[in-house]
Nanobody, 118 residues
Framework: VQLQAFGGGLVQAGGSLRLSCAAS????????MGWFRQAPGKQRELVAA???????NYADSVKGRFTISRDNAKNTVYLQMNSLKPEDTAVYYC?????????????WGQGTLVTVSS
């Protein structure tokens, strides 16, 4: 599976962005997909994940603001980010797991930078 993430950019606090991650390969529909982020000087963290069946999971810090979704016909996973805060600033990565959403992610995209200004 090859992944390409895009949609990052600069947005003011309170604004919205939608990230997309296009996947190649025939295993997309059977893979759990996750969005991770890494801010400068911080560890990478799982922001949101979606199972092959569509069950979603979110970090507490983004619950109610971010929505992950997938379109298996387009081999694409999305992250809709609303009510953005400066602390959401990070490089966002999409990843795919052949196991569950909370297991190891084998495939990673290149990352897209999200900057939220105050």
């Amino acid at each position: 599976v090859q992944l390409q993430a895009f949609g990052g950019g600069l947005v003011q606090a309170g604004g919205s962005l939608r990230l997309s991650c296009a996947a190649s390969g025939r295993t997309f529909s059977s893979s759990a997909m996750g969005w991770f982020r890494q801010a400068p000087g911080k560890q990478r963290e799982l922001v949101a994940a979606i199972t092959s069946g569509g069950t979603t999971n979110y970090a507490d810090s983004v619950k109610g603001r971010f929505t992950i979704s997938r379109d298996n016909a387009k081999n694409t996973v999305y992250l809709q980010m609303n009510s953005l805060k400066p602390e959401d600033t990070a490089v966002y990565y999409c990843a795919a797991s052949s196991g569950g959403w909370n297991t190891r992610y084998e495939y990673w995209g290149q990352g897209t930078l999200v900057t939220v200004s105050s």
